[in-house]
């Protein structure tokens, strides 16, 4: 043998017996995977060691273990192979709270993940029916507004805050009883390919980001009883910064992609790539600015939309505090979205409310306020099709009486929220500064409304218009009202 080699087989040696030492199976530590035995205290014991030893994985192998809320530690990194199941416990007492009620927790930590093929199920739905049983018996104190629990009061299944460089890789959440993961105040946030599938009571927002900065949002595939991915602001003077979502596939009975409803910081540099949304009952996407924060240097580009209730809704409102919000350098690029004449989320156990009915299918919106309007938005190569055929009887507007449309500067953001409008195709009121560009619109039967109405739009072009309304008539497909400096080309 070569003397020489020997130093070099040694530092491999010793680099693997290292690589092998920072995983610890979770039996080490008399972890059961029978499914019956609660494993809180032994799983919160081998985190808190590992996290002392300088960190590593706990692994779990084939089995399901039940568990209480745990709380992650610093370098440390749960991975669940392919058949391993992290349970919830259906007993509410087994749960902790710190703002949420959580499974699991992390707070002021870093270098953390959860990785693997395995689930963590939260078995939202009984653990929910038994927060209501609790409630009834007067142990737990609870407004039970809509005759549930509030959402912070059942059990999400993560709940990581203000903790740096977090990973969530190839693992599959399902059933939480409330919001799937929240993430507030966390920098370097990677969520790749994790599977989300979460229908089992109300609230079940996929994935919920919270003032975070440098966030990438990656492959995932997400099913929610609620909004599929969430952007909010909870906190004034913080904002969501530097974030990426892209080849993401999502399906909800709310929003596909939303900004909001909390929206009291800031929402800058955001980019929404190449992602998928079906089946959903609100828009594919929405961004919203109606507590006073700001929306700016939005990016969406290459989205795919179909059976989906709204294509487009940007909004600016004024909910608290007389803080209005602001919107501004949005740029929506290669969409093509179908919009169905039924429910697009009929027939899951959740769906969304049949709500400001009768009234005709919406339009895309762009809506801001008389003093605070939407301004440098670019639309581009945009496809809309919708089923035409509206009712002039649901609660018309007509093109002369479009004051009529309330501003409803205080309500709660959804396209659905003025009731009738007098578009079918696009509504764009409050706003300067809109650029579209090859913008086709299509109604399979023809529509009393106007394809496109702009009420207060001021210095604004729309260039390469397309309307194709089935039966119709030759007529402006483009109406203004109280509008200044529009070019059509």
Not at 291 to 304: F, I, K, M, P, R
Not at 328 to 342: A, D, F, G, M, R
């Amino acid at each position: 043998m070569n003397i020489q080699r020997i130093p070099v087989l040694l530092i491999l040696l010793v680099t693997m017996f290292t690589a092998t030492a920072k995983d610890y199976p979770a039996s080490l530590f008399g972890i059961r995977s029978d499914g019956v035995t609660l494993n809180t205290r032994s799983i919160q014991y081998a985190i808190d060691y590992i996290s002392k030893q300088g960190g590593g994985r706990l692994v779990f192998y084939v089995g399901r273990y039940l568990t209480g809320s745990i709380h992650m530690r610093s370098d440390v990194t749960i991975h669940l192979n392919e058949g391993a199941t992290l349970v919830g416990s259906l007993n509410p007492f087994d749960y902790d709270k710190n703002g949420w009620t959580a499974l699991i927790f992390a707070r002021d930590v870093q270098n953390i993940g959860i990785t693997g093929l395995g689930v963590i199920d939260g078995q939202g739905r009984q653990l929910a029916f038994n927060v209501v049983d609790i409630i009834q018996k007067g142990l737990l104190k609870d407004p039970f507004r809509y005759d549930r629990p509030e959402a912070d009061a059942r059990a999400v299944i993560l709940n990581f805050s203000n903790c740096e460089n977090v990973t969530m890789r190839r693992v599959t959440l399902r059933n939480s009883a409330s919001w799937v993961q929240v993430y507030e105040q966390c920098s370097n946030l990677t969520l790749d390919s994790i599977h989300v599938d979460s229908k089992a009571y109300w609230n079940n927002d996929g994935i919920d980001i919270v003032d975070c900065e440098k966030v990438r949002i990656t492959n995932c595939y997400v099913d929610s009883d609620d909004d599929g991915i969430c952007i909010k602001s909870h906190t004034p003077g913080k904002a969501n910064r530097d974030i990426e979502i892209r080849n993401n596939t999502i399906r909800s009975s709310a929003n596909g992609i939303k900004f909001g409803t909390a929206t009291q910081g800031g929402f800058s540099n955001i980019r929404i790539i190449n992602n998928r949304v079906f089946d959903t009952y609100r828009s594919a996407i929405t961004l919203a600015s109606v507590d006073g924060g700001y929306v700016e240097h939005v990016v969406v580009d290459s989205l795919y939309a179909t059976t989906t209730g709204n294509a487009i809704f940007l909004r600016i409102g004024e909910r608290i505090n007389n803080r209005k919000g602001r919107m501004e350098n949005i740029t929506i690029s290669n969409l093509y979205c179908e919009v169905p004449q039924t429910k697009p989320d009929a027939g899951y156990e959740y769906e969304g409310p049949y709500e400001d009915m009768p009234r005709n299918i919406s339009p895309a919106g762009i809506v801001g306020l008389p003093d605070a309007m939407i301004s440098n938005i670019t639309l581009s190569n945009i496809t809309i099709k919708y089923p035409g055929g509206g009712n002039p009887l649901f609660a018309k507007v007509g093109l002369d009486e479009l004051n009529k449309v309330p501003e409803k500067i205080t309500g709660y953001p959804e396209f659905s929220m003025f009731g009738e409008l007098p578009a079918w195709g696009l509504y764009v009121r409050h706003a300067k500064n809109i650029k579209v560009n090859n913008l086709v619109l299509i109604a399979d039967k023809k529509d009393y409304r106007a394809a496109i109405v702009l009420d207060d739009v001021h210095d604004s072009s729309f260039t390469g218009m397309d309307i194709k309304e089935a039966g119709a008539k030759s007529r402006k497909p483009l109406h203004q009202h109280q509008s200044k400096n529009i070019t059509t080309k």
